[in-house]
T-cell receptor
Framework: GDSVTQMEGPVTLSEEAFLTINCTYTATGYPSLFWYVQYPGEGLQLLLK?????DKGSNKGFEATYRKETTSFHLEKGSVQVSDSAVYFCALNPGGSARQLTFGSGTQLTVLP | DAGVTQSPTHLIKTRGQQVTLRCSPKSGHDTVSWYQQALGQGPQFIFQ???????QRGNFPDRFSGHQFPNYSSELNVNALLLGDSALYLC?????????????FGEGSWLTVV
């Protein structure tokens, strides 16, 4: 079945450091890929998405490129801020007759001043 | 423009009881899905409603049931509560069923079963 694997956390960085959170997926067909962020005590917010191979999603300085050859969708940011501290979830929507999101287990990011 | 709204935000139930959670989708959205998020885990898909019918269902027992109303709002019902049902229940909405459509989440309902 479909699955998403995220790098294990937690991840702790200093402010202005470079961030990479790895995400790989297993799916048949051509899924759409998403990154969601969850701040403490809140629901999920869509951070960015990509719907086909080689698409790059970007938002608030975060980027991720849909790599079909490596089945990956790694999240990157050049300079993190304290306010980026949250849990980040990679997710896929398999498409076709399946219309639900399959999530990874999440990566806790803490940015220290 | 109100986003996805859920109620109640927190509730405590006793094992064996029944619970109903409610969701209003984002304006213009007609598709509602429910997810269960256990502490420290990613959300797990429960089911999805479109045109007042259950369209997809995840790996959850029949104790979990739902409904969608003509105004697109939705309810999640859980019967015979177990301690393991304690979780954050997230409602999500989107426009239509396309896999690339953006899915918006509410802030969730925290259910504690004691």
């Amino acid at each position: 079945g479909d699955s998403v694997t995220q790098m294990e956390g937690p991840v702790t960085l200093s402010e202005e450091a470079f961030l990479t959170i790895n995400c790989t997926y297993t799916a048949t067909g051509y899924p759409s890929l998403f990154w969601y962020v969850q701040y403490p005590g809140e629901g999920l917010q869509l951070l960015l998405k990509a719907t086909k191979a080689d698409d790059k999603g970007s938002n608030k300085g975060f980027e991720a490129t849909y790599r079909k050859e490596t089945t990956s969708f790694h999240l990157e940011k050049g300079s993190v801020q304290v306010s980026d501290s949250a849990v980040y979830f990679c997710a896929l929507n398999p498409g076709g007759s399946a219309r639900q999101l399959t999530f990874g287990s999440g990566t806790q990011l803490t940015v220290l001043p | 423009d109100a986003g996805v709204t859920q109620s109640p935000t927190h509730l405590i139930k006793t094992r064996g009881q029944q619970v109903t959670l409610r969701c209003s989708p984002k304006s213009g959205h007609d598709t509602v899905s429910w997810y269960q998020q256990a502490l420290g885990q990613g959300p797990q898909f429960i089911f999805q409603y479109y045109e007042e019918e259950e369209r997809q269902r995840g790996n959850f027992p029949d104790r979990f049931s739902g409904h969608q109303f003509p105004n697109y709002s939705s309810e999640l019902n859980v019967n015979a509560l177990l301690l393991g049902d304690s979780a954050l229940y997230l409602c999500a909405s989107s426009r239509g069923l396309g896999s690339g459509n953006t899915i918006y989440f509410g802030e969730g309902s925290w259910l504690t079963v004691v």
